[in-house]
Structure formats: structure tokens, C-alpha cells
């Protein structure tokens, strides 16, 4: 064993730089402007701005391109109540993520204006009332010419962003559907938009293009449901598929199916996670994908012409330790990443001002 020598010591200080002083020139450039409005990485910070991965929290859409927003709906879920509080926990969780992409090196807030518009309120306690709040909300922020990002809630928020932008974009809309289950059945239970129902029901209105649309992920013991997929043309690709055939084959088949220039949405559901890492959800089920899966596949849709996304069914109450709360605040920081970078190939964007 030999002591360092004094020299060594004296090279490893000169190393020693300060806390927030980093070598990339766009990093650097990115916290000196950002600061200023007080984003920071201080743990202070985290609590200065409340919003989705400290984004800024406002309702103001001018000079905004892509809006972060919670639907803390749980009315819709046919299984455990609960989603409700979903925005809430990846809110909080959300704080230790960004603001830097770490394969692609995207800063987010750099590639266009983003903001956090807070949760959709409630204009009543009815399902089919709270569904128009979404839309109303969402038609209001696409209308202003911004990309939206939904944080729900379950998967029945998905139907009232899809009909809002279905609207403003004058489209049906390609889908890149990441799932447990297709969520393709016909009414349950009385309601007859539901989240198992919500596709069937957005196809069926012309919001999405069943020949144009993904379902990945699909297993369970439900597979009797999904008929109407198969019959109406969209393409269902189960998790053992995923797990035989690879993300690459995978990827290839979404860029066939869904094309790179007619537009898209992306809905993630989170049980099409495996259950054990995401117990936290309305309907967790083994057997199923991984986060570095549904991250390569998110991944793949920056080829694709994204304009719209969600993230659903994180369910706080059976989350008893916030770990999957933990894993979806990442998988929603890849899906902005993903709008950002779509939004800023296709148009000129503004940068985020706290
Ligand atoms: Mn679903």
C-alpha cells in the first residue's frame, strides 16, 4: 500500500469543482438561465416549483407548446378506486427525475415551452360529466396549439384527450397503445366508456384508426375480451411476443403500422408493466413487460409524428412503498422527452421560462 503522493492529491482537488458547475457547455447554459427563474437541483428546489419535474405551474397557454396535466379520475376503473391519486404521487415522485434525458442527452425544457396546467377540475361527481371536464380542458389547450400530455387517472381520461384533439386536429389518429389489456370491450357495468372500453369507443367515434393502431404488451386472463381489435383491424401484440421476439421486431412493426409522418398518439398504460415491479396500479399483472422495454418502445416513437400522449392507472393505494410511483415518473419523463422532441422536429418551438 502506498499513500497517494502530494502531487496526486493536488490534481484530484483541482477536479473538485462546485456543486452545480458541469462540463457540457448546454447543461451549464441550460442551469445558468434556468436559475435565475429558480429551477434548481437544490432540495429546495424541488419544492419552489410543484409542477411535473419542476416544470412551471400555470394555466397561461401563450408561448406554450407542450402542456403536462392530471385527470384524477378514478370513476371509470372497473377494478380498485383509487388512480385518483395518481397525478399527486408522480408529481412528488417526479421531482427526482430530469432534467436531462440520459441516452439522448434532450433537455426537455430547452427543446420547447413547457408547462404544468395542474389536475382537470371537476365540474361534477358523474363519470360521463367528468369525461366532458377532460375534453373541455384538453380542447382548450390543443386549441391554443399545444401538445398535451396527460397524467392519469385511469384509462378512461385517455378517451376525453383523445376526442378534444381528435377535434382540433380534424383527424383520426394512429395509436401506440402500451397495455396489459386492450381495453377494446363492450359496456361493463352501465357505463359504456370505461377503462376497459375506451379504445372501442374512440375508434368507434373516428378518434383513432384501428388499422393504424398498436396494442403491445397484451396478456392476462382476458384475451376473450379483445375481439373487437382483431375484427376491426388493429394489431395486438402480446407480452410474450415482446419477450420472444425482441423490442427491435417490435419497434419495426409500430413504424410499419403507425408511419412516421401521419399523426399519433401514445397511451401508456403502467400494468402493462410486470407486476413485480408495478404492483401500484388498478390491475397489476405478472408476466408481463419491463421498464426497459416500454422505455425502448417509447423511445422508438421519436420517429414517429406524436401528438398527444398519456400515462394511466398509477394507483397510490396498492403502491405500499412508492416504487411504482418511482418507475412511472421515469416512464413519464421519457414520454416528455418524446413530445418535446416530436413537436420540435416538425415546428418551431419556444424554450421553458419559470
Ligand atoms: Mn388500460
New binding site residues.
Given amino acids: 500500500m502506498t499513500k497517494l503522493t502530494e502531487q496526486q492529491l493536488q490534481y484530484l482537488k483541482s477536479l473538485d469543482k462546485g456543486p452545480f458547475e458541469f462540463r457540457d457547455p448546454r447543461v451549464a447554459a441550460f442551469f445558468e438561465r434556468a436559475a435565475d427563474s429558480g429551477y434548481s437541483l437544490e432540495t429546495n428546489g424541488f419544492f419552489a416549483h410543484p409542477g411535473f419535474f419542476q416544470a412551471p405551474h400555470r394555466k397561461v397557454l401563450n408561448g406554450v407548446d407542450v402542456v403536462m396535466l392530471g385527470s384524477p379520475l378514478d370513476l371509470g376503473a372497473i377494478g380498485l378506486a383509487g388512480a385518483r391519486h395518481g397525478p399527486d404521487a408522480i408529481r412528488r415522485a417526479s421531482r427526482n427525475y430530469g432534467p436531462v434525458h440520459e441516452q439522448t442527452g434532450d433537455i426537455p425544457f430547452d427543446a420547447c415551452s413547457v408547462i404544468d396546467w395542474g389536475d382537470v377540475e371537476w365540474s361534477a361527481t358523474a363519470l360521463d360529466q367528468r369525461i366532458e371536464d377532460i375534453y373541455q380542458t384538453v380542447k382548450e389547450i390543443a386549441g391554443a396549439g399545444c401538445a398535451t400530455l396527460n397524467c392519469g387517472g ?2 378512461t381520461t385517455s378517451y376525453g384527450c383523445l376526442k378534444a384533439l381528435s377535434e382540433i386536429h380534424d383527424d383520426s389518429f394512429g395509436l401506440i397503445h402500451i ?3 386492450c ?1 377494446t370491450m363492450s359496456t361493463w357495468g352501465g357505463d359504456a366508456i370505461n ?2 372500453s ?1 379504445f372501442r369507443q374512440a375508434a368507434l367515434q373516428g378518434f383513432i384508426d384501428p388499422q393504424r393502431t398498436v396494442q403491445i404488451g397484451i396478456r392476462g386472463r382476458a384475451g376473450f375480451l379483445w375481439e373487437f381489435s382483431h375484427d376491426s383491424g388493429m394489431t395486438v401484440i402480446t407480452a410474450d411476443e415482446v419477450h420472444e421476439k425482441g423490442t427491435q421486431w417490435v419497434s419495426d412493426q409500430i413504424l410499419e403500422i403507425v408511419g412516421s409522418t401521419e399523426k399519433t398518439y401514445f ?1 401508456l ?1 403502467v ?1 402493462s408493466l410486470d407486476s413485480s415491479v408495478m404492483m401500484g396500479t388498478t390491475g397489476p399483472e405478472p408476466f408481463g413487460l419491463t421498464p426497459r422495454q416500454v422505455r425502448s418502445l417509447i423511445s422508438t416513437a421519436r420517429h414517429c409524428n406524436v401528438i398527444g400522449a398519456d400515462m ?2 398509477v394507483n397510490p393505494n396498492r403502491d405500499t412503498d412508492g416504487s411504482s410511483a418511482w418507475v412511472a415518473a421515469a416512464l413519464f419523463f421519457e414520454l416528455l422527452c418524446l413530445i418535446t422532441h416530436c413537436r420540435k422536429q416538425r415546428q418551431d418551438t419556444f424554450i421553458t421560462q419559470w
Fill in positions: 385511469e384509462h397495455d396489459a389489456h381495453d377503462d376497459g375506451v397511451s398504460d400494468d394511466v392507472e
